[in-house]
Structure formats: structure tokens, C-alpha cells
DNA sequence: CCATATACCTGACCTTAGTCAGGTATATGC
DNA sequence: GCATATACCTGACTAAGGTCAGGTATATGG
């Protein structure tokens, strides 16, 4: 740990996080409790699902409930049943009454006036420099903030990661891709003990993912690690495969291989540089052109 | 207003000082109010006057007294007479006992920790681009929070800055400053209605000054614009001069004087770019080599 | 159709944060 | 030495945030 860097970001939090981040809830509040204003706001002008609401302000059901009648009370919002055709008659959603998009507006002009406040006493070479500069900020921050755990791969998360999995090798391999042709991978492989499937998320979002399926008698084989243009080039690549060698080296194998296309060049330069080092191929994968092994250290 | 650029600081608030700045204090919080917490870090390793962490953290006086009656009561803190020599014996001040000494080692442990989870994620790269961003936003940023108000030129936070401008001129001309020789400011003229003197202040911190006296029958005089090296480059040094030509203009003044030294070459870019015309000496100071002045509009 | 799960709700309750009106002891200007 | 200000304190009070144990209505698997 490098004290210098790590005194430098906590100084960031301190008088960046903790000072704007109190000024901005000072100016989303207005005279109302802080909690009903993000929520007000969280609801927004489309209306949203009590559920999602639920989950993205990570409330307690009961307090948001409670939060949710009392901005019913101050007629800012009515809350019904979800009116999806053939929808769970348990959903309800919340929308903004006239008045509520109302307030909905001004809280979305005193955040543009905050923003503002930070721009305004800086000449216009500065505040790119600024919006340069929050933008890397944010960019490198989301490594730290990137989720990797266990899921199933029939969760519709899971689904959506190997659907993009998909199409980008489509538009990559000289020929596309016909999964026809390719080796099926059985959802049931990837199901502890047979194998795992991770799942990255970011803020809940699914932005990259990767599977190990532990074969009996033979290396641990990693299949369909990819990652969302969104996080490339944060390290989270390198992260996945990590984990999923770590997962095979916990239950007992001692080594690691997959094959790959020879248009995934950053890929390859990936498994190169972390350890894998190019075998003879030990399947018949219609569309690889390397195959790598790695050792893993044992586990205990 | 640029709405692109507004955008962009409000992700910035939302994913990093919102999100970040809840997560630091869960991380400082350790189970403990969250204003507890902050107070033992504040009283730190040396101790602290009441009254200065009541300034520090904005505290009323009785919410503060009952806050460290509780962290006496757990054992973490003493608060006593400060014994200052000869000192004010209504002041208290407060310190750790040993366990609040161990208290504050944890959470600083724990900050660090908090700090490198940001960074563990990535290669030294790009944890050195995270810290130059961060500072670089952090450097910007401030331009926002230097608050520029009125202040007693008796006040010692006015005279600081006024040494700090005297330290520098003598620097920095060329063959130093010696005050008898320069044309004295009298305190009286730099008090309403004869003039005013502004402070620039980040977080109560003394950042810059400026003063303008009120001349019967002439234009008005700027005098002692001064900026910390801290600050500089942010632009305060125009504000501070824009805010001094207002003043006297809502007087009725219609035209700001005042003289400089060749050395302070940024100071002479800064008045032209403002708008300040270079006219024939209108005064016998020592130390200056030229006069400028502009008119400034009328305040109603 | 029954058992169980789920989505949302209500009521009871607690802690934390913070304000305000005095109170006591010390300092300060005249 | 008196009036007034100041530094810190106590007690009474309030609002906000949040938890928890049920309750009701709808969904779901057998």
C-alpha cells in the first residue's frame, strides 16, 4: 500500500465527498425531508415500480411505504397497481401527480444549478479540465465499485451478459459466429459442483462475466469470460479470470485451460500476461484457433 | 450555461460523492453514531479546544457538550481546563484517554483501507491517473467554495493576509519593501463608508484579500490585492477585483484606480485582461512603476 | 385447492441528529 | 466593582431515519 496515493485519495473523499456530497443533499432537500425528496426524485416523470424503488434506494419496505404516503398525503404522487396487461396484480408503481412533476422539475433545476455553482467561477479552459478530470474520476472508480459473485446462468442477467458475449464475437470472428457450430456449453455445467458461472455487476447492472467448468479427470476448462465496453480497461478482465482459477484451484484442480479465436487479440495478450501459456488443442472448438493452459496453485 | 458540461458534473455528484461519501461514513461510523465518530476524529491524537471543533464541524454548542459528554461516559475522552498558561479559564479542551487513542488508530486503519479499496483494483498506471484526477478535481473545485465577504481590517485573519502580501512584494520587488517608504494605509480608510476591505476564505481559511478606499472627489483606490499561492490560478485574484469595482460603483464612484510594481507581471496581465488602461502617475508611491484605471459601470 | 411465497402495507418502537431556552463560571470594558 | 459578553454546560423537546413484527391480498407449484 502506497501511503502518498492512499493519503491523496482519502484527502479526495474528505473535501470532494463529504463536503459536496453534503451540499448536494442540502439542495435536493429544500425544506423537506431528504428522504422523501430522493424518493420524489427517484420516482421521477415516467413513474417507477414500488419494487425498483425499493431496490435502488436500497429502502426498508416498511419506511418506504410510510415515505410513499406521506408524499401521497402532500398529493406530490398516487401509487396504484402496475397496469402491465397480464401484469402480478401484487406490483404497484408510483407516478407523480401535476403537482409532484412539478417539483420534480424545480429539484431538477436546482441540480443543474449546483453543478453550476462548481463551474461557474472557472473560465472555460478550466471547467473542461474539471469535467475531464470527474470524468476519469468516475471512470477509474467504477473498478473498485464492480461486484463479482456466484449466479445462475439461467437469471436473466446472466442470459443478457452471454447474449452481448454473443454478438461480439459474431462481429469479431472472420465469419461470424453460428453457435451450431461452436461447442455447446449446458447451463447445467455451469451449476455448482460442475462448474460456475460470475456474474460482474455494477450498481446491479450486469457488465461483464466469465464460467469454469470443472471436468472430471482433466483441467478446469473457463469459458465465456467477457466485458462490457462500459468497464473495458479497468482490470476487470484480469479480475474475472482470477476468480474463476481461484474457484477451480479451491475444490482441487490444479490447472486451468481454454481456447480462444485468433481475432480476440487483446484476450490473448490477457492470458499471455497473467500465465497461460499456448498448448496443443485438446478439443475440437470449431471456431479457436489457441488453446491455453495455466497452472493454479492449490487452493488450500 | 452548458448543459453538456452540467451533465457531467451532476454523474460526477451522483456516482462519486454521493456514493462514495455514504461509504465513507459507514467506514468511519464503525457501529457508532456517525457524529460520535466524527467528533473523536476531529479531538484526534492532540487534542483539541471546544470551541475549535465546534468550529471544525459546525456543531451547536449544547449538541457538542452532550457529544462528548457521551464519548466521556464511554471512557474514549477527557475534556478539561485547556492550560494554556495564563490562559482563558472558561476554555475546555478536549483529549483521547488510551482506549480513544486506540479508537482513533482503528479509525484511521480503517480510512486508509477505505482509500485503497479504490485503488487496490488497479495497475499503478492507472492509480497514479486516479490521483491525479482526483487531485486535479479537488484543485478545481475549490474555486467554488472560496467564499469572498466584508471584514474588519483589525481582524486577524485580515492582518495575516495582509503579511503574507507584505512577505511577498518583498520578495518579489526588487529591492525588497521596506513599509516606511511605501504610502500607508490607514485602518479607518478600509472601514465603511470610507472603504472596505474583502476576505477570501476557503473553510474559514484566510485564501486572499483585496481592499478599496473611497476617495472624495477622485476615483476609487483598489489597494492590497493579494492571493494565496494555495488558490492561485483559479481565477480569484478578477473576483476579488470584480467584487471591489461593484463595491465602489453602488457608491457612485464611476472609476477604480491603483498602481503596481513592474515585477508583479501576472497582476499587470490580470488588470489589462480586465479592462484596466494604464494612465499617468496619480500618486507619489514609492514602489510603483504603473498606474492603471477603469471605469466602472453604474451600479443601479 | 392447498401450502407456501411474495409484494406491499400498518402500527409500534427506537436511535440519532439537532434546536432552543436557560444556567454557571470566567473575562472584559468602563 | 458593575454591567455585559463569552465559553461551556444541562434539560426539555422535536423531527427524521430506520427497524421489526405481523397483516392482507395476490401468485405459484404441486
Redesign the interface.
Known sequence: ??AE?????????R????????L?DEYMARGRPLAQARLLWEIGPGGAEVAALRARLGLDSGYLSRLLRTLEGDGLVTVGPADQIGGDGRVRSAALTETGQAEWTELDKR??E??????????AH??????A??????R??V????VIAPCPPSDPRARACVRAYAREVARRFDAGFDPALSNPVHDDALVPPAGVFLLATLNDEPVGCGAVKLHRDAPAEIKRVWVSDAVRG??LGR?LLGELERYAADRGWNAVRLDTNRNLTEAIALYRAVGYREIEPYNTEHYAHHWFEKSVPDGT
Chains 1, 2 share one sequence.
Not at 473535501?15 to 453534503?22: E, F, I, K, W
Open positions: 500500500m502506497d496515493l492512499i493519503a491523496a485519495v482519502r484527502r479526495f473523499n473535501t470532494v465527498t463529504q463536503r459536496v456530497g453534503a448536494d441540480s443543474d449546483f453543478a453550476w455553482t462548481f463551474l461557474e467561477p472557472l473560465n478550466r471547467r473542461q479540465r474539471l469535467v478530470a470527474m470524468a476519469e474520476v468516475e477509474l472508480l473498478a473498485s465499485m464492480v479497468l482490470g479480475r
